[in-house]
């Protein structure tokens, strides 16, 4: 069994900056890739931001340069780091994790993490 869980989050102002931060624990043999993905009021989730376990970097093209994804693989932690935020970035914001267990590899989720952006 995994557990992925997120901290984080919560109400800021236009401009401000905050920091999620997500781990996993439980039976884990290796982590490839981790997420961060958000869903916002009436729409899909879509991916935010990604790290490979060797550090190549993703990001959705409306957060780059404000954010930035990081990783400590030893630690199995993965956190987003979001400046310069404006409503647009209103969500619950979910932590992803590609893991691979004794019984095989399988995606885990976090439970959602809100971000409100709001004056």
């Known amino acids: 069994q995994v557990q992925v869980v997120e901290v984080g989050g919560g109400l800021v102002q236009p401009g401000g900056s905050l920091r999620l931060s997500c781990a996993a624990s439980g039976s884990i043999f290796s982590i490839y890739a981790m997420g961060w993905y958000r869903r916002a009021p009436g729409k899909q989730r879509e991916l935010v931001a990604a790290i490979s376990r060797g550090g190549i970097t993703n990001y959705a093209d409306s957060v780059k340069v404000r954010f930035t994804i990081s990783r400590e693989n030893a630690k199995n932690t993965v956190s987003l780091q979001m400046n310069s935020l404006n409503p647009e970035d209103t969500a619950v914001y979910y932590c992803?994790?590609?893991?691979?267990?004794?019984?095989?590899?399988?995606?885990?989720w976090g439970q959602g993490t809100q971000v409100t952006v709001s004056s």
């Open positions: 992803n994790a590609d893991v691979l267990t004794v019984t095989g590899r399988y995606d885990y």
